[in-house]
Every structure is written in structure tokens, then in C-alpha cells.
């Protein structure tokens, strides 16, 4: 099996873990302002699991005052270490002799570096303790935070099994891995680096920020199931012409990417409206080539081949896409906006549209591409 990571929302993953905006103030009654801290409404089940055996079992091996090598290879056989041994695409004789480097300063590292872990393994045996302690408090949390942002009318009911661990391979802080079992996967966490920015945090922000790692992937899960059930989301919709690839690929995408915030930077637009206008026009710029390239098949084939892609989706349709959520959120309120996802890709352009003319808002347009599309979609109902 072949290990891969979902894309990085690039513009927002820096805002998750930075610290509140300057002049931020705690929304009244400490409430969070992050609409997937809001109750959930969605039926069905998001069934999270957690599997701490080799975050542990690594933290016992580099707490002992010599290298175990019987322990280390038995590590190996635990499914999060396979996972990043894969990922690596070394033999799990290299993870094993760069647990042993964890002991000897002057041994050379060659992919899993793992002394910094051992100078402060009792740091992170207490962290680990409390989430184990804490276990159905933090999987609740991401249930629900999944499940907040799913629309009412479908039941979706998924499972994701969640793996902690540490030494990921590179600089991931996890992996997202395929079961074997269909369209199943399971993801495996890097705990040191997944709370890197957070260390110093009291446990409670701790947990949040762990459990929202956990609700962006399980929403995606959720999400994908969501759109696979739902009339709205099933068939291309013509009436957006040659702008349907976008626009679809930015409702899809910008959902999830929510997820990549911090709760301290809700509203979008009014802590990120640099970072949201820059997306916003990127997205405008998109459409605009597709237009321009409406007359040249082989431009046409370009420009949607490059939509397809999941770097498109990472740099343009994640970022513009959830400041377009957030956009409808904020302005028409949260059950609008599980309505827009509800209507398909033209349901959530159509509802930031009618958002960014409410006055008072100041929300960044979409671009006359998009507009004149969109009214000529919605022609023919009017007609």
C-alpha cells in the first residue's frame, strides 16, 4: 500500500497554529467563534478511534538507559510504524538503527530522527498519559466538530481510525493511509510534531488542537460520503458551462479546509482579509481563463487539467473556498450554509454570492465571470 498526504491548505495551515491575532479578544463566555465548535445537527455516526501502542511503546524504549534492539523490532510490527516505514521507503532495519542513534550522539541519523524525543520523553509520557486519561473527551470533541459542518439531510456514518506515534518520516505531522478495505483508510499521527506549536499550552488547548487535526481528516471522510449520497452533488451541473470544474473543486475543497484554522481566527475576513482577498482573486483569475480559453479546445484542456490537480486545490480552492464558507457563515448564519452544501457546488457559490451583498459585511466579490454564470444558471428557473 502506498502512503500519502492530503494536500496542505498552505495560506491557512500556517494559521492553525499561530497565535490569536493581535487584539484578538475570547468570544463571550470563553465560546469558541469556529462555526465546527457550533452543536451538531447531521444524523448518523462519525465514530472516531484512537490507537496510542506506538507512541507509547517508542517513549518506553527511548526512556531506558540502553538501546533494546529486541524492542525495537518488535515495534515494527505495529501498524503505525509500518506506516511510516512505508512512507520512508526505507527497510525497517533504518527505523530501527535510528532508534538506536537516539543513544549514541556520535551515530548518524538517516531518516527518523529521534533524539530530540528521548531528551524529553518524560515531557511527552505526561502528555500521553493525559490523553489517554482524557481519550473519550478528545474522540467526542472531533465527532462532534466533524459532524457540525455536515448538512441534515443525508446520514452519513463513518469510522476513522486514528493512530498516535512519533518519528513520521520528513515533516509531516501525519499520514493518511488506505486500509485495504475500499475506500477505507486511517490516519497516523506524529504527536511531537502535531502539538509542536501548542507545547507550552494548558491540556485542554492541547486536546483542541489535537482533536481538530482529527475532525479535518474525518471530515473529509464524512465529507466525501456526504457528496456521494447526495442528489445535489452526483451529476455535473451544465448550467455552470465551462466554469463547473471550478467551482465544484472550490465547494468541494473549501469545506474541509475550515478545519486548518484555529479557532482564534474566526471570522475569516475580518482576522485573514489580506490572505482572503489574495485567495479570492486567485480564484477569480482561474475563472477568468477559462472563459478566455472558452474558444481554444487545447487552452480549455489546460486550464482544467490544472483544476484537477491536487495542488490547485491545496494553493486556490482550499484557501478561497473556505473563506467563501466562512463569507456565508458569518452573514447568513449557519443553517444557510449547511443548505448551500446541500445544493451542490451552485448552492454554495450562489449563497456567498448573495452574502457578499449584504451591506455592512464588507466581503470581497466574486468576479464578474462567476457572477454573470451564475445569473445565467439561475435564468431559466426565473424564465
Not at 81 to 92: D, F, K, L, T, Y
Request: hydrophobic share 45%; with cysteine; net charge neutral.
Amino acid at each position: 500500500m502506498r502512503a500519502r498526504l492530503l494536500p496542505l491548505v498552505l495560506i491557512l495551515a500556517g494559521c492553525a497554529a499561530a497565535a490569536p491575532p493581535p487584539g484578538s479578544t475570547p468570544a463571550p463566555g470563553g465560546a469558541s467563534r469556529a462555526p465546527y465548535d457550533s452543536p451538531p445537527v447531521a444524523p448518523g455516526t462519525v465514530a472516531i478511534t484512537l490507537d496510542l501502542r506506538a507512541a507509547r511503546e517508542i517513549l518506553a524504549l527511548l526512556s531506558r538507559p540502553r538501546f533494546d534492539a529486541e524492542a525495537a523490532r518488535s515495534l515494527t510490527d505495529l501498524p503505525a510504524v509500518q506506516a511510516a516505514i512505508r512512507e520512508s521507503n526505507r527497510a525497517r532495519e533504518v527505523f530501527q538503527a535510528d532508534l538506536a542513534a537516539a543513544f549514541d550522539d556520535q551515530a548518524r541519523i538517516a531518516i527518523f530522527d529521534f533524539r530530540g524525543l528521548r531528551e524529553n520523553a518524560p515531557r511527552w509520557a505526561d502528555l500521553l498519559a493525559m490523553i489517554a486519561a482524557r481519550e473519550a473527551e478528545l474522540t467526542k470533541l472531533a465527532s462532534d466538530r466533524v459532524r457540525a459542518l455536515l448538512p441534515p439531510d443525508v446520514a452519513v456514518s463513518v469510522t476513522e481510525p486514528i493512530y498516535l506515534t512519533f518519528g513520521l518520516p520528513g515533516r509531516a505531522d501525519h499520514l493518511v493511509m488506505p486500509s485495504g478495505e475500499g475506500s477505507d483508510w486511517y490516519v497516523v499521527i506524529d504527536l511531537a510534531r502535531a502539538l509542536s506549536d501548542v507545547q507550552s499550552s494548558p491540556p485542554s488547548e492541547q486536546i483542541k488542537h489535537l482533536s481538530r487535526l482529527m475532525a479535518s481528516e474525518g471530515y473529509q471522510r464524512a465529507w466525501a460520503e456526504y457528496r456521494s449520497a447526495s442528489p445535489a452533488w452526483q451529476k455535473r451541473d451544465t448550467a455552470l458551462g465551462q466554469l463547473e470544474p471550478l467551482m465544484r473543486q472550490t465547494a468541494q475543497a473549501g469545506p474541509v479546509a475550515l478545519y486548518s484554522v484555529d479557532e482564534n481566527f474566526f471570522p475569516l475576513s475580518v482576522w485573514l482579509k489580506e490572505p482572503m482577498r489574495s485567495s479570492i482573486d486567485d480564484l477569480n483569475r482561474a475563472a477568468d481563463r477559462l472563459v478566455s480559453a472558452e474558444g481554444d479546445l487545447d487552452a480549455r484542456v489546460a486550464v482544467a487539467a490544472e483544476i484537477g490537480r491536487p495542488e490547485f486545490a491545496a494553493r486556490v480552492a482550499g484557501p478561497a473556498g473556505a473563506f467563501l464558507a466562512d463569507g456565508i457563515i458569518q452573514t447568513l448564519g449557519l443553517n444557510a450554509y449547511r443548505a448551500a452544501l446541500a445544493g451542490g457546488p451552485r448552492g454554495f457559490f450562489e449563497a456567498y454570492d448573495r452574502a457578499s451583498h449584504q451591506k455592512g459585511r464588507a466581503l470581497i466579490p466574486l468576479g464578474k465571470a462567476i457572477r454573470e454564470r451564475l445569473a445565467a444558471a439561475a435564468a431559466p428557473a426565473k424564465g
